[in-house]
Nanobody, 124 residues
Framework: QVQLVESGGGLVQAGGSLRLSCAASGRTFSSAVMGWFRQVAGKEREFVAA????????YYGDSVKGRFTISRDNAENTVYLQMNSLKPEDTANYYCAARASAFMSTRNHEYNYWGQGTQVTVSS
């Protein structure tokens, strides 16, 4: 099992930056593919970013490419999402997820473990 706890959400003005953190425990973190997804009420959960166990391979959703950066510190069992140039449409509940398989994925149903989420609100 992997237990995930997100933090770092909050209110920020458009154009600002925010860094989300996801602390993992309960299983070997360094071997787990990790992802970030976001969701607003009434809409499907949207892929944001994913990172391989080694941290070498990274995927990004089209809407965040060039603005967001996913990274991980396996020594600290933590994955991060650095969000720059934030827009009001980035407002959502952001979820950290872990995947048991070594294969990368952008699909939410292929992730096995989820955090409780952290709210990000971007004002204009």
């Amino acid at each position: 099992q992997v237990q995930l706890v997100e933090s770092g959400g909050g209110l920020v003005q458009a154009g600002g930056s925010l860094r989300l953190s996801c602390a993992a425990s309960g299983r070997t973190f360094s071997s787990a593919v990790m992802g970030w997804f976001r969701q607003v009420a009434g809409k499907e959960r949207e892929f944001v970013a994913a990172i391989s166990g080694s941290g070498v391979v990274k995927y990004y959703g089209d809407s965040v490419k060039g603005r967001f950066t996913i990274s991980r510190d396996n020594a600290e069992n933590t994955v991060y999402l650095q969000m720059n140039s934030l827009k009001p449409e980035d407002t959502a509940n952001y979820y950290c997820a872990a995947r048991a398989s070594a294969f990368m994925s952008t699909r939410n149903h292929e992730y096995n473990y989820w955090g409780q989420g952290t709210q990000v609100t971007v004002s204009s």
